[in-house]
């Protein structure tokens, strides 16, 4: 999911993947005629043609089916706030996700990852002395609004690592059933390179030389890859048949994705910095498992985020970075949106004030046609006669242009100049001012262009209303972490009130009415938060809630309606 890669893979590595730069340096060699194996799929033609990171060219994109097409995005490792980073990613790809949908008329399903145990997610949860489901719980909301906050659609359904375990287990069985894993006598499970062969390698061409492994390494080759880990001290573990651990990084994302979508994948997104290993290493994985020749049929990756004027990435590694929270105190997220669409999404890009200010300076230029326009429309904006034939004309030609771009792998740098220039023409006829009001109007050509411009933007997800939205304080989402974690705590209880173990029947039932006063207190619990419009509700393992108060505002406004 969101991870950063040492400086060891190189820039040339990546950019090669993009197809933005030359091949990369030495490495060891594997599927060398990359791209020569990719099996085009069958089924709806979207009409776009898309750049795919498996072939390094641009394919027509064909999905399994316009009512269904599969994404899978990788999603965040929730330790910490998200920074225009990640930000950067998540908008590109929405931004493709509604084009998909409004342009294309494919109706998508996405799933996404969460990575709630990690590393990165115990180490900073023993600094701030919480559990790591606390803190995974705290930073998973906190990216939810941050996601929101910018408009990004959510995805049809998150799926968290931890609540997926046994599901991952099974995958791993499935991988070493299949030949291709190994376990250790020290509890750890490992993806055995050397089995794949020279399929191993579809998205980079050359896998970089594995780093020395320490002296206690009980890997067979340098290049395997973890798939399950041994628990060590004072980590949260769970059982497996190779003893106590949890899953590696990589085979969290081929078991969610294959939970949804089986053997066969549209479209997999994510940063260019998790090509190489995480979804290389996904291929890996899922093609073994599943037995299938080709799992995911297009990978689409986004460039970076640099910071002008050096030649790094944003990140939280770096110490460069800028928090959503911080950005939206001084631009909109319909300012950052439409910077956003102003260069490729495979792109690096450079961030600065002063792009952010270009940015904001267009989307006001934008409004302010569409508000002049209007007021033409409704006699309050005197001009001298309107070449309407000329308007119609640059309006039939911008329509083609904007349709053409997005299909051209999903050009909004291009698409948005096409309509800048069909608004530079509008403004030229509206600017020619007369003191006579009389003579023929062309409020019709006005009132097509108007619509255009607003369908266009508000299908990228840019709103042209003068308005600045600031992101609010964090108190939603500690209020909805104090929820869950009072809930986790009462079907805690609960279960312990309701497990009796292999005692005797009387000693159950001894049990049992000792331990009455903890259920009615779980029930009281439950009837109290009702009230405050959170509703619990037991299931047969597991404790759910949601907010009623929401629900209850709606009907309530409906009824003053009506």
Partial sequence: ????????????????????????GPGRAVSGARGHGWLQPAGHDTGVKVYNSLTRRKDPLIVGSADAASWYSCGPTVYDHAHLGHACSYVRFDIIRRILTRVFGCNIIMVMGITDVDDKIIKRANEMNISPASLANLYEEDFKQDMAALKVLPPTVYLRVTENIPQIISFIEGIIANGHAYSTGKGNVYFDLQSRGDKYGKLVGVAPSPVAEPGDSDKRHASDFALWKAAKPH???WASPWGNGRPGWHIECSTISSLVFG??????SGGIDLAFPHHENEIAQSEVFHQCKQWGNYFLHS??????????????????????????????PDVFRLFCTRS???????????????AERLLRATAAFVEDARAYMKGQLVCGPIREDV????????????KAALADDFDTPGAVDAIMDLIHHGNRQLKVVTKEPGGPRSPAVFGSIISYVEQFFETVGISLADRQFVSGDSSSATLHSVVEELVRFRLKVRQFALTTGEATREA?????LERQPLLEACDTLRQDLAAHGISIKDRSSTSTWELLRQKQTTTNRRAEDA
């Fill in 235 to 237: 980590e949260v573990f």
């Fill in 508 to 512: 159950r039932r001894q049990q049992l």
């Fill in 344 to 358: 490729s999404y495979r792109s690096a890009v450079d961030y600065s004030t002063g792009s952010m200010l270009e």
């Fill in 263 to 268: 053997s066969q994948l549209d479209i997999h």
């Fill in 391 to 402: 308007l119609w004309e640059r309006f039939s030609h911008t329509k083609v242009a904007v």
């Fill in 303 to 332: 460039g970076h985020l640099h910071v002008k004027g050096k030649e790094e990435k944003m990140s939280k590694s770096l110490k460069n970075y800028i928090t959503i929270k911080d950005f939206l105190k001084a631009f909109s």
């Fill in 1 to 24: 999911m969101l991870r950063t890669l040492g400086s060891g893979l190189g820039s040339p590595l990546l950019a090669a993947a993009l197809g933005r730069g030359p091949g990369p």
